[in-house]
């Protein structure tokens, strides 16, 4: 997939090879099952379509939900697109889902109540009682892969996908530094203090608007103490024993295999 430019406009209108997305009002985004994809070519219909990407020189626009489907297309719900994610349209999702939010869903000021204006070209909502700008929130969380003498500690977070062991993970708190999140999620959810924490790579979640950071950290012992209300167990494992992982194109899912290959 060619590279993915943000950018935003309302009045731009789409030219006659640009790209639609659509998500509808239950959050679900329009897939074509024949060709597998979320990209689709301009409909007839005229509709009100907000700019939110650059592709060479294809624009990507996003659109409310569209009436007349033919057969190859369905809007797919969330626990049905994870399927189909990849590295691109995970970037492409992301963005849309939460801009449809912001549009869509956010209508109202937080401290009068009063109605925001419409969006503008910045992304902005203006209130006019209390004269505020307001712009879209994101929510950073950070991942960490904690390591000792050569293993993985891997937890089951007590959450829907019970199943699966990954890394530590949790909200960033009001006025702390990434490196001080990272030391106090590890102690909360396994009691482990750790040293080393080294920045891996970062991802954009839009369920519904994380933005992840991914550390790997060294545990300086392994006596494990897990928090029994967020975590439901965590082991160490070594290299060539790996429990059931997050697939791909997760950031956990990139973060524990760059961690094991670092391992000899
Ligand atoms: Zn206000």
Redesign the pocket.
């Known amino acids: 997939m060619k590279k993915l430019t943000s950018t935003f406009s309302i009045n731009q209108k789409p030219k006659p090879d640009d790209i639609i997305v659509s998500i509808n009002p239950k959050k679900e985004i329009l897939f074509n099952k024949k060709s597998k994809t979320f990209f689709h070519p301009l409909s007839n219909k005229s509709k009100k379509a907000y700019k939110i990407f650059d592709q060479d020189d294809v624009s990507i626009y996003l659109v409310d939900e569209i009436d007349d489907l033919n057969e190859d297309l369905e809007y797919l719900a969330k626990r049905y697109l994870y399927a189909h994610l990849d590295e691109g349209s995970l970037t492409l999702i992301s963005r849309a889902f939460q801009i449809y939010d912001w549009i869509y869903k956010q209508k109202f000021?937080s401290?009068?109540g009063?109605q925001l204006s419409d969006v503008n070209d910045d992304l902005s909502k203006f209130?006019t009682?209390?004269e505020?700008e307001y712009f879209p929130k994101m929510s950073p969380c950070v991942l960490v892969a904690v390591t000792h003498n050569e293993r993985i500690l891997l937890v089951k977070h007590n959450n829907e996908i019970r199943t699966l062991s990954t890394v530590i993970a949790g909200f960033v708190e009001l006025g702390e530094s990434l490196e001080d999140c990272v030391q106090r999620e590890v102690h909360e959810e396994v009691g482990l203090q750790v040293t080393n924490i080294k920045y891996f790579e970062s991802q954009s979640w839009p369920f519904p608007n994380q933005l992840m950071m991914a550390f790997s950290a060294e545990a300086i012992n392994d006596k494990v103490e897990i928090d029994n209300k967020e975590i439901l167990e965590a082991n160490w494992y070594e290299k060539d024993n790996l429990p059931t992982i997050p697939p791909e194109p997760s950031l956990s899912n990139k973060l524990i295999k760059s961690t094991l290959k670092s391992m000899l």
């Open positions: 000021c401290r009068t009063n209130c009682s209390c505020r």
